[in-house]
């Protein structure tokens, strides 16, 4: 099955600093790949996606980069604000198969005003 | 419908006690998925319901285990015999389609 690796699993920066958060992945039929924000006590959300025929996507402040060859996907933070502070998930599926997301093990970032 | 929610938002039961979560997913998703979360791990796959048929079970979900969507709509999970090991956030979320994941608030059991 999937293994979705994710790192670092805590990072702080300063407000208006950027934050990169990496994750690699094991299955090459994987296609989807989400990022998850959860803040404390409450659901994770969706912030951005990306699938496997781009290689980069951006919302704002926010943008995904996948590299299909490495396997390897990342989320960019700019200009980061206290409110951006929460645990990150990263996550991959493939969209022909199995239904399932495969989660990696969370980024909990916090950022210092 | 605001989302998926989830009922009780907190459960603690002593081990060895049966429990039973409920999940109401968004009211057009027809797609609906139970994950298990621990303290500082990512979700965890569990089940997956598509209308009211089961299609997929991961190995994380032993006999002691059972989910049901009986008419297409909300879901059950109950977890009979639990174990201090049970003990961790249990996710729902739903989807039409492969589109619009969207996760319920969970409910946090803790085995005593």
């Known amino acids: 099955g999937e293994n979705v690796e994710q790192h670092p699993s805590t990072l702080s920066v300063q407000e208006g600093d950027s934050a990169v958060i990496k994750c690699t992945y094991s299955d090459s039929a994987s296609n989807y790949f989400p990022w998850y924000k959860q803040e404390l006590g409450k659901r994770p959300q969706l912030i951005i996606d990306?699938?496997?025929?781009?290689g980069e996507k951006k919302d704002q402040r926010i943008a995904v980069t996948l590299n299909k060859t490495a396997k390897h996907f990342s989320l960019h933070i700019t200009e980061t604000q206290p409110e951006d502070s929460a645990v990150y998930f990263c996550a991959a599926r493939d969209d022909t198969g199995a239904n399932n997301l495969f989660f990696g093990t969370g980024t909990r970032l916090t950022v210092i005003p | 419908d605001t989302g998926v929610s989830q009922d009780p938002r907190h459960k603690i039961t002593k081990r060895g006690q049966n429990v039973t979560f409920r999940c109401d997913p968004i009211?057009?998703?027809?797609?609906l998925y139970w994950y298990r979360q621990t303290l500082g791990q990512g979700p965890e796959f569990l089940t997956y319901f598509q209308n009211e048929a089961q299609l997929e079970k991961s190995r994380l979900l032993s006999d002691r285990f059972s989910a049901e969507r009986p008419k297409g709509s909300f879901s059950t999970l109950e977890i009979q015999r639990t174990e201090q090991g049970d003990s961790a956030m249990y996710l729902c979320?739903?989807?039409?389609?492969?589109?619009?994941?969207?996760f319920g608030s969970g409910t946090r059991l803790t085995v005593v």
């Open positions: 990306i699938r496997s025929n781009v």
């Open positions: 979320a739903s989807s039409l389609g492969r589109n619009g994941y969207t």
């Open positions: 009211s057009e998703h027809n797609r």
